[in-house]
């Protein structure tokens, strides 16, 4: 399993990610996106950077997304993993606005996807993304997920309820 590219690689979350995960966290225009309502403290995160980030125990993981010049730029999650039916959701954070629109999320997902299918097995994955976020759903599109269902009224944000749409990748190889 390659975890790298000529731009970027993934990695594990080491101890001294502990100042970058916590401005990550706690930037409130990322929380719509990620579900979080509340910050997190250096202690949390401090604990969560020191236990032992096993997918199958936690079922969920984190990679850093880091530039080869060694620039952390963002993190790729995969969450709710279901090893009995083979899927789990995955999740891409370019944290720094001056890093979007680059093809960082784009090379992650094609690592994760192939971490996910060719590694860990798994049938499917799938997201979740807010109507209004067109970029996301351009990626994930353009990557080979398929819209596959709406949620109506699915995100309280500050303009009132959102539609979600939930999308799959389906491993047919």
């Known amino acids: 399993m390659i975890f790298r590219n000529d731009r970027i690689h993934l990695r594990a979350p ?14 409130p225009s990322v929380w ?4 979080t309502s509340s910050p997190f403290s250096k202690n949390t995160l401090r604990n969560y950077l020191d236990s ?17 010049n060694g620039i952390p730029i963002g993190c790729v ?14 999740g891409v954070l ?15 997902l094609d ?18 993304i807010q109507t209004s976020n067109k970029n996301s759903i351009k990626l994930f599109t353009k990557k080979g ?13 500050k303009d009132g309820y959102e539609d979600a749409i939930f999308m799959q990748l389906i491993n047919h190889g």
């Open 111 to 128: 690592i994760v996807i192939e971490y996910a299918f060719f590694h860990l097995n798994l049938h499917q994955l799938y997201c979740t």
């Open 14 to 27: 080491e101890p001294d990610d502990l100042d970058t995960l916590f401005d990550w966290e706690n930037n």
């Open 94 to 108: 370019i944290a720094e606005v001056e890093n979007r629109n680059r093809g960082f999320a784009s090379d992650a």
């Open 145 to 157: 997920f398929k819209q596959v269902g709406t949620f109506s009224d699915w995100m309280n944000t």
């Open 32 to 35: 719509k996106v990620s579900g």
């Open 52 to 68: 032992i980030h096993d997918i199958f125990t936690d079922k969920q993981l984190r990679l850093i997304i880091q530039e080869n």
């Open 77 to 90: 999650d995969l969450f709710d993993f279901d090893p009995m039916n083979k899927r789990a959701g995955v």
